[in-house]
């Protein structure tokens, strides 16, 4: 049974510092994986997508890598702004349908 | 990219009520759909999945008598919570599976009261 895991549970920084967010999975034959975004109360927003054959992906700010032989990703944001601040989801595919989510982490960019 | 609708955004019924919601496949067909539930500071975990003209396979632990799910045609797929209960209030949400992958709707947030 697939399990992932994110570390930290929660992050707070200054605005306009970089950072990193961590995503690991214990089942490396994973089909992809993607990043979400989610706001309080709201619903999920896709932030980047990684194929099992790609190693990254980036999306202005945003960097995403996958290393699957080691069952780790990790979301880089690059110039914090308060906006930012949300749950970051990690989920993991075994196929393109079903996914399993990690717990996530919250992220409080400061003014 | 493709997007994927649900109705009602949100819902309020008093406890012992039937409550449906609708996911939609807007520009995609989508022969299998995933249900996903998310209580309060936790992460979402899928309860079945939705196959076009069959039966629902749902998750261990999740009632399929109280969660019934019909996908009739390949762009809708609906769930219904049978006699909610203030324990069933929970951000549902749903996704389309394409061949590459699958897109989530916004979610319902149901409460029970």
């Known amino acids: 049974k697939q399990e992932v895991t994110q570390i930290p549970a929660a992050l707070s920084v200054p605005e306009g510092e970089n950072l990193v967010l961590n995503c690991s999975f214990t089942?490396?034959?994973?089909?992809?994986l993607q990043w979400f975004r989610q706001d309080p109360g709201k619903g999920l927003t896709s932030l980047l997508l990684?194929?099992?054959?790609?190693r990254e992906q980036t999306s202005g700010r945003l960097n995403a890598s996958l290393d699957k032989s080691s069952g780790r990703s990790t979301l880089y944001i690059a110039a914090s702004q308060p906006g930012d601040s949300a749950t970051y989801l990690c989920?993991?595919?075994?196929?393109?349908?079903?996914?399993?989510f990690g717990d996530g982490t919250t992220l409080t960019v400061k003014p | 990219g493709a997007v994927v609708s649900q109705h009602p955004s949100r819902v309020i019924c008093k406890s012992g009520t039937s409550v449906k919601i609708e996911c939609r496949s807007l520009?995609?067909?989508?022969?299998?759909m995933f249900w996903y539930r998310q209580f309060p500071k936790q992460s979402l975990m899928l309860m079945a999945t939705?196959?076009?003209?069959?039966?629902?396979?749902?998750e261990q632990g999740v009632e399929k008598d109280k969660f019934l799910i019909n996908h009739a045609s390949l762009t809708l797929s609906t769930l219904t919570v049978t006699s909610a209960h203030p324990e069933d209030s929970s951000f549902y949400i749903c996704?389309?599976?394409?061949?590459?992958?699958?897109?989530f709707g916004p979610g319902t947030r149901l409460l029970v009261l």
């Open positions: 989920a993991v595919a075994i196929n393109a349908g079903k996914s399993t």
């Open positions: 520009d995609f067909q989508a022969t299998t």
């Open positions: 990684i194929q099992s054959s790609q």
């Open positions: 939705s196959n076009e003209g069959s039966k629902a396979t749902y």
């Open positions: 996704s389309a599976r394409t061949e590459e992958t699958q897109y």
């Open positions: 089942d490396s034959a994973i089909y992809n």
